[in-house]
C-alpha cells in the first residue's frame, strides 16, 4: 500500500472525526461530493454527515464562526482553498483567536489549513507561503510538515492543541510524495528533526524546500562532503536547540525557505544562531528564499524565483568553499 | 574670449582622485602652456596639475583640501580661438566623462578590494569579505578565546582551509601535538611581555645602525659623581636630540600624527623572565647627575619587579644597552606605545686611523641602533635622528 501527502491528510481528518466527536470541518465546497478543492475531505461528508460543513465564500466568517465554536468546546478545522485567502481572514485569526487565550484565558482550538506552496503556472493569488507571516505573530502555532508522516501526525496533534494552529500543507507534496503506511506516531511539535546527518554543513529548510535541499546533499556527498539537513517541522515553535547542536557539529549554516526574503522564518534561524552560538560558526550563515516579487505565473520565471535544487547548491558550495 | 577647461588629470594607473593642496595662480594671471598651477596630492606623491595651453586664469574653481575624481574640472584659462579649438573649448560633454569617472572610481574601489582594503559602496565604507589565510572564524576565535590563544600563537599552523584559513580541524590538532610535549605555565610577566612585543610586531618596524666613539663617555664619566653608565648617557643624549626635534618620536594614529608634550624616555631592565621598561620623565630637562639617582632607584624597583604599570606608561622613546650583555649588535623592538628604541652595543677597542698621527690609534667602539615605526617616519629622518644622538655622544660635555 502507497499513501501520499493528500491521502494522510484526509486520513487524519478522517481519524479525528471518527475519534471525536467535537471535531468539525469548515471550508467552502469541503462538503457534497465534491470534497474540496484538493479533495481533502472526500467522501468525509458522506462518512460523517453533518460535521464536514461548506461555508460562504468568506474566509473572515469562516474563521470567525470556527473561533466561536471553539470557545463553544468544538475543535473546528477551518479549510483554506489556498493560504493565499487566509489574508482575508487575518483579522479573525491574529487579532481574535491569537490573542484570546492571554486577554481571556480561555483557548481557541481551531486548526486552520493552509494549502500553500507553489505548483507551476499558479501565480500569484494561489501560491504563497505564509508561514512567516503568521510566525511573526504571539499566540499561533505555525506547522509546516514536509513529509506523509509529519502532515498526518501533526494535523492530528494540531487538532489536539489548545492554541490555534496554522497548518501550512505544501500543495507541490499533495501528489508528489509517498509513504508505505501511515505512522501510529511522530515527534512532539516544537521538534526540529535531522532529516540527514553530516558534518560539513547544516541546511535547515521546512514543507517542500526540504526535498530539494535532501537531492542537493546526495549531490554533495558523491565529492566526499557531508551536509546535514534539519528539517524544522513547525516554524513555530521553532526548535533552536536541535538547529545550534548541529550548527555545532558543522560550523555552518544555510537557511532555505519558500516565503518571501524580507524577514521571516529563515531569518529568524539566522538571528539565533548568529546571537546565540556565534562561536560556533566557521562562516557566515546564508539563506536563500523566493524573490522579493510577487510570484510569476510563467514556469520559467516561476522556477527562477523560487529556491530549487540548482541554487541551493550554488550557495552550499560557496558556504563550503568559504 | 573662449575658455579651455582645467582638468583633473589621470596622474597614474589605479589613481582615481587626487587632494589639491596648493594653488599656485589667481584669476586674471597670464600663464604659459604646460605651467604647474595647481599642486595635488594622491596617497602616492605630490604632482602638478599644468594647464591645457597658454592663456590668462579666468577662474579657479577647485579648493585647496578638497579631493577631486580625475577628470573634474578645476578651472578655465581664457585662451585664443586657435588654442580653444584644438584643446576643446566647449566644457566635456557631462554625462559620459560622468560615467567615466564613476566607471574609474568603481576600478578604483575594486582594486582596493584585492588589496584587502575597506571598499565603499555608495561612498560609506564597507569591510571587505573576510577570507584567506588572515580570517580566522567565529569558532576558531571563539576556541582561541577559551584558551587564550593569539594569532601570533598560530603562526605555527599551516592552514588548511579556502585560501590557507586555519580551520578548527587545524587548531585542534595543533593544540594535540602540543598536549604531546612539555610545558609549564608562562609568568604574568612573560606573558606581559609577549603581549607587549606582539601588539608592537603589529607595525612596520625598521632598524637603522652606526657605530659611535665611546672614549669620550668613557672619560667623561670619571669626572661624575655618581658615576653615570654609558646607557644613561645614551637616554640623555636621545631626550637631547629629542628635544630639538620632538616630532621624530610622533606615533601616528589612523590620520593623526599624535606629539607627546614631555620628553619622558624610558630605560629597558632586566628583570627576571622578562624586562621592565621604567620611564623617566622630562628626560631632556633632567641633569646627567639627576638621571643618574633616579635611574639607580628605578633599577632598584625594577629587578625587585616592583615598576607599577603607570612608571612604565607613556613613554615617547627608550634605550636598550644591550652592551651589557655582551652583545655587539641587535634589533630591539620599540614598545608598542612607542616609535623609537635606542639600542647600545659592546664597546670594544679598534684601530681607528687618524690623520694628525698619521696612524692607527686605539679607539673603544660601540654600535648604536635605532629601530622605529616606519609609518611615522623614515630611514633619513632617523639616519639624522641617529647622527645628532652620536654627536651628543661624542660631545658629552653638552650632557
Known amino acids: ?322 | 574670449m573662449p575658455q579651455v577647461p582645467i582638468i583633473m588629470p589621470q596622474l597614474g594607473e589605479s589613481i582615481a582622485e587626487a587632494t589639491v593642496v596648493d594653488v599656485k595662480v589667481k584669476s586674471g594671471e597670464e600663464v604659459a602652456a604646460d605651467q604647474e598651477i595647481i599642486d595635488v596630492e594622491t596617497n602616492k606623491a605630490v604632482m602638478g596639475v599644468t594647464t591645457p595651453c597658454k592663456g590668462k586664469i579666468d577662474k579657479i574653481t577647485a579648493r585647496v583640501k578638497e579631493t577631486y575624481p580625475v577628470g573634474t574640472v578645476l578651472g578655465y584659462v581664457e585662451a585664443s580661438e586657435e588654442d580653444a579649438a584644438r584643446f576643446g573649448k566647449k566644457p566635456p560633454a557631462q554625462p559620459r566623462d560622468q560615467v567615466e569617472v564613476e566607471s574609474r572610481r568603481a576600478a578604483a574601489t575594486e582594486m582596493k578590494r584585492d588589496g584587502a582594503r575597506a571598499s565603499t559602496i555608495g561612498g560609506l565604507p564597507v569591510p571587505v569579505a573576510a577570507k584567506g589565510a588572515g580570517f580566522l572564524s567565529p569558532r576558531v576565535r571563539a576556541r582561541m578565546t577559551e584558551l587564550q590563544l593569539t594569532s601570533a600563537d598560530l603562526a605555527g599552523i599551516l592552514g588548511t582551509g579556502a585560501g590557507n584559513r586555519v580551520t578548527i580541524k587545524d587548531l585542534e590538532n595543533f593544540l594535540s601535538n602540543i598536549d604531546k610535549q612539555k610545558s609549564t605555565e608562562a609568568s604574568a610577566i612573560r606573558a606581559g611581555v609577549a603581549d607587549a612585543m606582539r601588539r608592537s610586531w603589529s607595525r612596520p618596524l625598521a632598524t637603522i645602525g652606526s657605530s659611535v666613539n665611546l672614549d669620550p663617555v668613557l672619560q667623561d664619566r670619571q669626572s661624575r659623581d655618581p658615576k653615570p653608565g654609558p646607557a644613561l648617557y645614551a637616554v640623555r643624549a636621545l631626550a637631547l636630540a629629542l628635544a630639538e626635534n620632538p616630532s621624530a618620536a610622533a606615533k601616528l594614529i589612523g590620520g593623526r600624527v599624535v606629539q607627546s608634550n614631555s620628553i619622558d624616555v624610558g630605560v629597558a631592565v632586566e628583570a627576571e623572565d622578562g624586562i621592565m621598561v621604567p620611564i623617566i620623565r622630562a628626560a631632556d630637562k633632567t641633569s646627567l647627575v639627576d638621571l643618574t639617582t633616579k635611574y639607580n632607584e628605578l633599577v632598584g624597583l625594577a629587578r625587585q619587579r616592583r615598576i607599577s604599570p603607570d612608571m612604565q606608561a607613556g613613554g615617547i622613546a627608550a634605550v636598550s644597552n644591550f652592551g651589557t650583555f655582551g652583545v655587539e649588535w641587535g634589533t630591539p623592538i620599540p614598545l608598542p606605545d612607542q616609535t623609537l628604541l635606542l639600542g647600545l652595543g659592546v664597546g670594544k677597542k679598534v684601530p681607528s686611523w687618524s690623520e694628525e698621527k698619521n696612524g692607527f690609534t686605539p679607539k673603544t667602539e660601540a654600535q648604536i641602533t635605532l629601530s622605529f615605526d616606519h609609518r611615522s617616519l623614515d630611514g633619513g629622518r632617523a639616519g639624522r635622528l641617529l647622527k645628532r644622538v652620536i654627536e651628543f655622544l661624542e660631545n658629552p660635555s653638552k650632557l
Request: aromatic share 8%.
Open chain 1, 1 to 322: 500500500m502507497s499513501i501520499t501527502y493528500l491521502e494522510a491528510i484526509r486520513e487524519a481528518q478522517a481519524k479525528l472525526l471518527r475519534d471525536d466527536d467535537r471535531v468539525f470541518i469548515y471550508g467552502q465546497d469541503v462538503g457534497g461530493s465534491f470534497g474540496g478543492a484538493f479533495k481533502a475531505t472526500k467522501g468525509l461528508a458522506k462518512e460523517f454527515p453533518g460535521r464536514v460543513l461548506n461555508t460562504p465564500i468568506s474566509e473572515d466568517a469562516m474563521v470567525g464562526t470556527a473561533i466561536g465554536a471553539a470557545l463553544e468546546g468544538m475543535r473546528p478545522i477551518v479549510e483554506m482553498q489556498f493560504a493565499d485567502f487566509s489574508s482575508t481572514a487575518l483579522n479573525q485569526i491574529l487579532n481574535n483567536a491569537g490573542t484570546h487565550y492571554w486577554r481571556t484565558n480561555v483557548p481557541v482550538p481551531i486548526t486552520v489549513r493552509l494549502p500553500s506552496g507553489g505548483t507551476k503556472g499558479s501565480g500569484p493569488f494561489h501560491s504563497q507561503s505564509m508561514e512567516s507571516l503568521y510566525a511573526h505573530y504571539p499566540g499561533l502555532i505555525v506547522m509546516t510538515p514536509a513529509t506523509v508522516e509529519d502532515v498526518y501526525t501533526m494535523l492530528i496533534e494540531a487538532v489536539a492543541i489548545d492554541d490555534p494552529v496554522v497548518f501550512c500543507e505544501h500543495k507541490y507534496l499533495y501528489y508528489h510524495l509517498k509513504a508505505d503506511k501511515l505512522p501510529t506516531e511522530g515527534l512532539p511539535t516544537g521538534r526540529a528533526r535531522i532529516a540527514r546527518e553530516g558534518r560539513d554543513l547544516t541546511i535547515v529548510a521546512y514543507s517542500a524546500v526540504l526535498h530539494e535541499c535532501l537531492a542537493v546533499a546526495e549531490q554533495f556527498a558523491r565529492e566526499g562532503f557531508e551536509i546535514e539537513v534539519v528539517d524544522l517541522r513547525s516554524v513555530k515553535p521553532l526548535d533552536t536547540d536541535t538547529v545550534l547542536a548541529s550548527v555545532a557539529r558543522t560550523g555552518r549554516l544555510l537557511c532555505v525557505g519558500e516565503s518571501f526574503p524580507w524577514g521571516g522564518a529563515t531569518a529568524e534561524v539566522i538571528a539565533r544562531v548568529t546571537s546565540e552560538g556565534f562561536h560556533l560558526l566557521d562562516a557566515a550563515p546564508q539563506r536563500i528564499n523566493a524573490r522579493d516579487t510577487p510570484i510569476p505565473y510563467h514556469p520559467n520565471l516561476w522556477a527562477a524565483h523560487r529556491p530549487n535544487a540548482k541554487t541551493i547548491a550554488a550557495k552550499a558550495r560557496n558556504l563550503l568553499q568559504e
